[in-house]
């Protein structure tokens, strides 16, 4: 009795967890005048014709957000991956004057909300001729590729502390250099940590929205979360559900990125310090 009654619990909240989405779906098959009067999950009158308007309603093709997404989150994904595993490797196993203070110092800019930098980082980039220029992505990627994603970094430290330095010794004793056990012994090693900063970058870039509205100024460099917003205006009311359209087909990349790499995401959560 008590396990049914569990379960029971459960789909409860699962049904509360996935009704905006349920909500959404039903929504985006839905015509203008049905969205302002039904506010039931299921349309009336299916209209399909919601995902073809969205997706030519502008003089850009839909798809060309949904690829300039693809590209900064890709990029967002190898940068962080490569230079936090970097970081991480002189932070966890190399010795060198200060590697405390600096190591604080990283840790100290986790408390540092994003808004607060925002400001600052756009005015030094407006400075370097990066917003608004020919490369406009420059501000979305070049941090990424120097290691300023704090918590990666530390969740990669976390993990290389775990493993034994009893490998480097015998590396060290067969003549190997640093960079020698970083590539033949640490980067095997690492690879739970890896993906678990690749899954997660590639997550919060294709959802990131402000940072890309700062940045991004041209209608042809915007990314999906961008796009969305042009459906909203003071004259669009009948682009709501087209609007709805394009979002739901903005979760799909998520939701299969997810999918895909789900076993990988909790053996590395499992395995790189997150656990607690």
């Known amino acids: 009795m008590r396990g049914r009654l569990r379960l029971l619990v459960l789909i409860l909240i699962l049904l509360v967890v996935l009704y905006p989405l349920i909500w959404?779906?039903?929504?985006?098959?839905?015509?203008?005048?049905?969205?302002?009067?039904?506010?039931?999950?299921?349309?009336?009158?299916?209209?399909?014709?919601?995902?073809?308007?969205?997706?030519?309603?502008?003089?850009?093709?839909?798809?060309?957000?949904?690829?300039?997404?693809?590209?900064?989150?890709?990029?967002?994904v190898l940068g962080n991956t490569v230079s936090c595993l970097l970081a991480a490797y002189a932070f966890g196993r190399l010795r060198f004057r200060m590697r405390k203070f600096w190591f604080s110092i990283m840790i100290a800019t986790l408390l540092l909300p994003g808004h607060v930098l925002i400001i600052p980082q756009y005015?030094?980039?407006?400075?370097?001729?990066?917003?608004?220029?020919?490369?406009?992505?420059?501000?979305?990627?070049?941090?990424?590729?120097?290691?300023t994603e704090a918590f990666f970094v530390f969740l990669m430290v976390q993990f290389m502390r775990g493993i034994p330095?009893?490998?480097?010794?015998?590396a060290k004793i067969d003549g190997a250099s640093p960079y020698s056990i970083f590539q033949h012994v640490i980067l095997p090693l690492s690879r739970p940590a890896l993906v678990t900063t690749?899954?997660?970058?590639?997550?919060?870039?294709?959802?990131?929205?402000?940072?890309?509205?700062?940045?991004?100024?041209?209608?042809?460099?915007?990314?999906?979360?961008?796009?969305?917003?042009?459906?909203?205006?003071?004259?669009?009311?009948?682009?709501?559900?087209?609007?709805?359209?394009?979002?739901?087909?903005?979760?799909?990349?998520?939701?299969?990125?997810?999918?895909?790499?789900?076993?990988?995401?909790v053996e590395g959560i499992n395995t790189s310090g997150l656990k607690g």
């Not at 990131?208 to 009311?237: G, H, K």
């Not at 682009?239 to 895909?260: E, I, K, N, T």
């Open 24 to 76: 959404m779906v039903g929504t985006s098959f839905k015509s203008p005048e049905e969205i302002a009067s039904n506010i039931g999950l299921l349309p009336e009158s299916f209209t399909p014709g919601n995902f073809s308007s969205g997706w030519q309603k502008f003089d850009v093709n839909f798809g060309r957000f949904f690829l300039n997404s693809a590209m900064v989150s890709g990029l967002t």
């Open 123 to 147: 005015i030094l980039f407006r400075n370097l001729g990066w917003v608004g220029g020919e490369w406009p992505y420059l501000p979305l990627l070049v941090p990424q590729f120097l290691a």
């Open 165 to 170: 330095r009893e490998l480097d010794e015998a």
């Open 198 to 265: 690749a899954i997660f970058s590639f997550i919060w870039t294709w959802n990131d929205f402000f940072r890309q509205l700062v940045f991004l100024s041209e209608l042809q460099d915007y990314t999906a979360p961008v796009a969305l917003t042009l459906f909203i205006d003071s004259t669009s009311e009948s682009s709501v559900g087209p609007m709805f359209a394009m979002s739901l087909l903005s979760l799909v990349p998520v939701f299969l990125f997810f999918v895909a790499f789900q076993r990988m995401l």
